[in-house]
């Protein structure tokens, strides 16, 4: 493996994770995996899960709040706590802004650049189609999801793989173009391009990144 395509060290598997994802959604209060089914679940539960979760409003302390924060981007990226700090510690040593050298590494692993063109509806979803040697990394097949994707690098699905439901059914949901700068994508030939790492803004994430550099300057 090039230095270019280097992985998160130590990890190469998903992460796990174990606490219910329809929970999680429902503590976030908005659809921190894509998939389409925890938008209606947002919308026939739109409160906390728990018994009281449609009257508790439990007020945070700074450290609950950049906890919290640090909690939705780690469970959004399906990242493991050692994988992340790791993710910071190297956003920490590059240039600029760590809170946005940090997003631009979540969103330049090869995992969510599969979710972000559409060939899977969620990242989970994505995860799993890198690991079982569905996609191809500049023609090559790769299954290490946490391999980070470098401008003009070409994202595709294997030949033997374009006729998966999973993959057809997440692409339909496509319309026109996607709305993502940094991306271009042929759907006729279910191929990508990673054009350029992206800008902070053009990211579409409702995360507050600073929260997290707080937490860790501590």
């Known amino acids: 493996m090039d230095a270019d395509h280097q992985k998160e060290e130590g990890y190469s598997n998903m992460a796990k994770i174990s606490t219910a994802k329809g929970k999680l959604v429902r503590k976030f209060g908005e659809n921190i995996f894509g998939n ?32 919290r924060e640090k909690q939705k981007i780690k469970f959004m990226y399906g990242l493991l706590e050692k994988q992340f700090k790791l993710t910071f510690n190297k956003a920490d040593r590059m240039k600029g802004e760590t809170g946005t050298n940090m997003l631009q590494l979540l969103e330049s692993r090869l995992d969510n650049v599969v979710f972000r063109l559409g060939f899977a509806s969620s ?9 079982h040697k ?32 999973v993959i057809i059914d997440s692409m339909k949901q496509i319309k026109g173009d996607i709305q993502l700068p940094w991306l271009s994508l042929d759907k006729a030939k279910m191929s990508g391009d990673f054009k350029s790492v992206p800008e902070r803004e053009e ?7 600073q929260l997290v550099v707080e937490l860790y300057s501590k």
């Not at 990242?123 to 690991?131: C, E, K, M």
């Open 134 to 165: 569905h996609i191809l990394l500049n023609n090559k097949c790769v299954n290490i999801p946490s391999l980070f994707v470098k401008p003009g690098d070409t994202i595709s699905i294997r030949n033997k793989s374009k006729k998966m439901d």
């Open 36 to 67: 389409p089914k925890y938008d209606r679940l947002l919308n026939r539960k739109p409160y906390n899960p728990g018994q009281h979760g449609q009257s508790r409003r439990q007020k945070l302390s700074n450290y609950g709040l950049q906890l």
């Open 203 to 209: 990211m579409q994430l409702t995360v507050n990144e």
């Open 123 to 131: 990242r989970p979803a994505a995860r799993q189609l890198v690991s």
